[in-house]
């Protein structure tokens, strides 16, 4: 069993509510939810953050927001909008080394963010 709490969630030894899944990509929603609509969305092969993408990456990563728009207009925020947030190492506030974009919606979001 993998050591990553989200690599757990990609092999569903650990439970999730999962809104998407295709052949790179699972969204599901945060457990701590901080705005009405809070859904991670994830490369299915563990990578520690943005940092770790590179130039062979590329189909993975348009993939990563396409997903998320489709999470997005599937949550019903295609009108209202909604943030992308990909918190990365320390001083970003990363605090689960596999990437991951959060979507958030359904109400304002301040800027700049704490
Ligand atoms: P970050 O601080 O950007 O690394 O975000 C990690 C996010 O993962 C936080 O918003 C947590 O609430 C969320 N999280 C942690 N454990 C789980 C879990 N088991 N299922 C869903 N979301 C989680
Ligand atoms: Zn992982």
């Known amino acids: 069993m993998s ?4 690599c757990r969630i990609v092999e569903k030894t650990i439970p999730a509510k999962v809104v998407h899944e295709d052949d790179q990509t699972l969204a599901f929603d ?3 939810p901080q705005a009405p609509v809070h859904t991670l ?3 299915k092969r563990h990578v520690a953050s ?6 062979s990456d590329q189909a993975l990563l348009v993939r990563l927001l396409l997903t998320c728009t489709k999470v997005a207009n599937d949550k019903g925020l295609a ?3 909604f943030r992308l947030v990909a918190n990365t190492g320390r001083n970003g506030g990363q605090t689960v ?3 991951h ?3 958030m919606g ?3 979001m301040g800027w700049p963010p704490g």
């Open 3 to 6: 050591e990553c709490l989200f």
């Open 41 to 43: 969305v994830i490369p």
């Open 50 to 55: 943005i940092q770790d993408l590179g130039e």
């Open 79 to 81: 009108d209202s909008g």
């Open 30 to 32: 945060d457990i701590h």
């Open 106 to 108: 359904g109400r304002h």
């Open 101 to 103: 974009v959060h979507i």
């Open 97 to 99: 080394f596999h990437l």
